[in-house]
């Protein structure tokens, strides 16, 4: 674990963060959303802040972290308080000299602003805390290398989990029995746990974008869309794919056939300089032309990392340009209300020479 953890380069995510908050006007970083914390110091456990400030990093937590702190979060100084760890971190702030801390508002409760403002004295209050956005969130969504080989990993894990559900999957099973089927195996794979809630959604219910399982069987002739993600690394994988049980009823395969194309045409046209609603509309156009546009209800994807969604958002007219090193899903569907819906979804890396699927799984129509 600790070695694979020391490959990555903390100490520059940190420069790089702490950069953009002194450029925002700021003269140290304070950081409490957890997978921002695990991001620039490696540290997992629930309770942290880190304050970046010049070349210096501190990380505040509770005496339960006192060992896995020091243990994780390498070339970072670690304090153990009994306070709320913001707390700690203000007043910290306030003794060093600090006056004017960045923080992420969209990551801060009213409640934790107030925390923040009481931690420190009336003198300094006034003018400490410049709210700078989400700037480590938007320096997480270009991945390092170390992250694209975990992401690789995790994705590559949820295909095989995929590719083992194909022997299993049959008619009369329960929707939970599938989910729970996944996620022991997943487990045993040495998962951390799943991305979020398994989506098993089976016969009409298919028809629902985020189905989650329930005690329904499995159809006799009918579709099954199965989107799920494991947790490897702390890195989140995300797939869907949807296999048919039985014979195709008339329709259904023509349906799947135009999800596939405007999937495939999407996965084409990603690559550096591409806007994101370029991306989505070159799945949307796809669908259009089959009359189908009208029952693809959500956006074509998302960013995905140490969060399942993350930045950049894959949606209609968005300006964001796509980087080199983003990884992001691409998953249109189509749902038609008491009939049947299906979805496919890939994981995709923007390299410089496009878009590099990273669940490879089969696409093709699937007949069990
Ligand atoms: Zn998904
Ligand atoms: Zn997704």
Redesign the pocket.
């Known amino acids: 674990m600790l070695s694979r953890i020391g490959g990555m380069d903390f100490r520059s995510r940190r420069k790089k963060a702490v950069g953009v908050a002194v450029a925002a006007g700021a003269d140290a970083l304070l950081v409490t959303h957890l997978p921002d914390v695990r991001y620039l110091t490696g540290f997992t456990g629930s309770n942290a802040a880190v304050v970046l400030a010049g070349g210096r990093a501190v990380l505040f937590t509770d005496a339960r972290y006192t060992a896995q702190a020091k243990a994780e979060a390498a070339g970072v100084r670690v304090t153990i308080d009994k306070r709320p760890a913001v707390a700690a971190a203000c007043g910290w702030m306030e003794s060093e000299g600090i006056r004017r801390c960045g923080f992420d508002g969209t990551r801060t409760t009213v409640v934790g602003l107030e925390v923040m403002r009481k931690a420190v004295s009336g003198k300094v209050r006034r003018g400490m805390f410049v709210e700078v956005g989400t700037l480590v969130a938007d320096l997480r969504e270009v991945k390092d290398e170390s992250e694209v080989a975990l992401m690789r990993k995790a994705a590559l894990l949820g295909c095989d989990l995929f590719d083992g559900m194909l022997g299993y999957l049959a008619p009369g099973l329960r929707e939970v029995e599938v989910a729970a089927e996944l996620e022991h195996a997943a487990r045993l794979r040495g998962a951390e746990g799943m991305s979020f809630e398994t989506i098993v959604a089976s016969g009409e219910r298919s028809a629902l974008p985020h189905g989650r399982a329930t005690r329904a069987k499995l159809p006799k002739r009918g579709f099954v869309t199965l989107?799920f993600?494991v947790v490897l690394d702390g890195y989140c994988s995300?797939m869907?794919r949807t296999v048919h049980l039985g014979k195709a009823a008339p329709g259904e395969w023509e349906v799947y056939d135009s999800v596939l194309e405007a999937q495939t045409a999407a996965v084409a046209c990603v690559a550096p300089g591409v806007t994101a609603g370029e991306v989505d509309e070159a799945a949307r156009s796809v669908l259009r032309r089959s009359e189908l546009d009208k029952y693809f209800s959500h956006s074509t994807?998302?960013g995905?990392g140490l969060e399942?969604?993350e930045g950049p958002r894959l949606a209609a007219k968005q300006t964001q340009v796509l980087q080199e090193g983003m990884v992001i899903?691409i998953?249109p569907g189509v749902y038609m209300p008491g009939k049947f819906g299906l979805r496919i979804?890939d994981m995709v890396l923007v390299t410089a020479a496009g878009g590099e699927v990273l669940t490879p799984s089969l696409k093709a129509w699937i007949e069990l």
């Open positions: 989107d993600g995300d869907t994807g998302h995905v399942i969604h899903t998953e979804e």
